[in-house]
């Protein structure tokens, strides 16, 4: 079963509304990155929050960890016809080394 | 991605064929990873490495093998291709040490196995 997971699995929105996705895991982790992924396209890094902190913000993005619930969201304020793409949370449990484990991925689309 | 390369794009290929897939990067970054993406099941890791000749096995590893005698090059082997490693792969790279930071990917390869 995937370390991560992602819901919903697909949104669809109007363009300037936000955008918010969920991810659970199921084990304790050393970070939780969030990557995009166009279609046809490698993943792009957006966003990495420690165990140890609770929310970051990006741009327009603002990453939330709740580790006792093994829970994170990702917003994505005022959402653009270019924010279209698929959204992967992933854990990283290692301390020494890294090995991120992906979700299923959210597919995100804005109607403009 | 700028930094990381992969090749080739794409690849068909017949079962029981021998394929070899390539990733380089000019980041001199030491983590190297392979994943395939398929649909239903996200990304998962086939194979990693954390430094010349030293690599190891994801969660997906049967019927792949990997080689990275140069810190550039990260090489996925398929040995005897079948139709199930019909999937897109993608490389990936990260700095050592910097567990804080992010992967970068390449383009992914896009392998069909008739």
């Known amino acids: 079963s995937q370390q991560g997971e992602e819901d919903p699995q697909a949104l669809s929105i109007q363009e300037g509304e936000n955008a918010t996705m969920n991810c659970s895991y199921k084990t304790s982790i050393n970070n939780l990155q969030w990557y995009r992924q166009n279609s046809g396209r490698g993943l792009v890094h957006l966003i990495l929050i420690r165990s140890n902190e609770r929310e970051k913000h990006s741009g327009r993005l603002r990453v939330t960890l709740d580790t006792s619930k093994k829970s994170s969201s990702l917003l994505i304020t005022a959402s653009r016809a270019a924010d279209t793409a698929s959204y992967f949370c992933a854990t990283d449990r290692r301390t020494s080394g890294s090995r991120l484990t992906f979700g299923e991925g959210t597919q995100l689309t804005v109607n403009p | 991605d700028a930094g990381i390369t992969q090749s080739p794009r794409h690849k068909v290929t017949e079962t029981g064929t021998p394929v070899t897939l390539r990733c380089h990067q000019t980041?001199?970054?030491?983590?190297m990873y392979w994943y395939r993406q398929d649909p239903g099941h996200g990304l998962r890791l086939i194979h990693y490495?954390?430094?010349?000749?030293?690599?190891d096995k994801g969660e997906v590893s049967d019927g792949y093998s990997v080689s990275r005698s140069k810190t550039e090059d990260f090489l996925l082997t398929l040995e005897s291709a079948t139709s199930s490693q019909t999937s897109v792969y993608f490389c990936a790279i990260t700095e050592w040490g910097a567990l804080n930071y992010g992967y970068t990917f390449g383009s992914g390869t896009r392998l069909t196995v008739v």
């Open positions: 490495s954390y430094g010349v000749k030293d690599t």
């Open positions: 980041e001199n970054h030491r983590y």
